[in-house]
T-cell receptor, first 114, second 109 residues
């Protein structure tokens, strides 16, 4: 158990809908990262938050947004969903902000857009 | 940004043999190179990492080598066991961790 909790584990929805993925980091970790894993794209970095502030952005679509709350949990919001958004979404956390340290990954949320 | 290429995409080895996975990166500023193992239904888990001031690091049956001049690094698993079967990802860090596409390793009994 990594200590990172992601909910829900599975999500099935329809095109055009909006969903929210939730992540609780390990106790004491201030950084939260979101990654998208699809079969043909590997692990793609989406966005990083550190202590409530956005710190780095990757290939995140404008239809996607995220935030980190004062209690350090984070949410990833996906809107106007398309079939191609179907993927496994991982949250990871770490103590530091640099990215040059161990990331602890949750078990992921499997999103299926039908 | 950083671009990490990983080879091979699949690797099948006989139990007891060695497995080698190779990665190249593009950004010479990258200074941290971790390897993650992902088992079915789970998130990736760090198994070993190396920083740019070190050329080689070993942890039991796992070793990683880094060649900064050539911008490549490799994972070596010796005496492979069935529990080594998993997907392995290399990564390199500039301002964020960029992952390779992954290698599916199958250890045949």
């Amino acid at each position: 158990d990594s200590g990172v909790t992601q909910t829900p584990k599975h999500l099935i929805t329809a095109t055009g809908q909006r969903v929210t993925l939730r992540c609780s980091p390990r106790s004491g970790d201030l950084s939260v990262y979101w990654y998208q894993q699809s079969l043909d794209q590997g692990l793609q970095f989406l966005i990083q938050y550190y202590n409530g502030e956005e710190r780095a952005k990757g290939n995140i679509l404008e239809r996607f947004s995220a935030q980190q709350f004062p209690d350090l949990h984070s949410e990833l919001n996906l809107s106007s969903l398309e079939l191609g958004d179907s993927a496994l979404y991982f949250c990871a956390s770490s103590v530091d902000v640099t990215g040059s340290e161990k990331l602890f990954f949750g078990s992921g949320t499997q999103l299926s857009v039908l | 940004g950083e671009n990490v290429e990983q080879h091979p995409s699949t690797l099948s080895v006989q139990e007891g043999d060695s497995a080698v996975i190779k990665c190249t990166y593009s950004d010479s500023a990258s200074n941290y190179f971790p390897w993650y193992k992902q088992e079915l239904g789970k998130g990736p888990q760090l198994i070993i990492d190396i920083r740019s001031n070190v050329g080689e690091k070993k942890d039991q049956r796992i070793a990683v080598t880094l060649n900064k001049t050539a911008k490549h690094f490799s994972l070596h698993i010796t005496e492979t066991q069935p529990e080594d079967s998993a997907v392995y990802f290399c990564a390199a860090n500039d301002y964020k961790l960029s992952f390779g596409a992954g290698t599916t390793v199958t250890v045949r009994a």
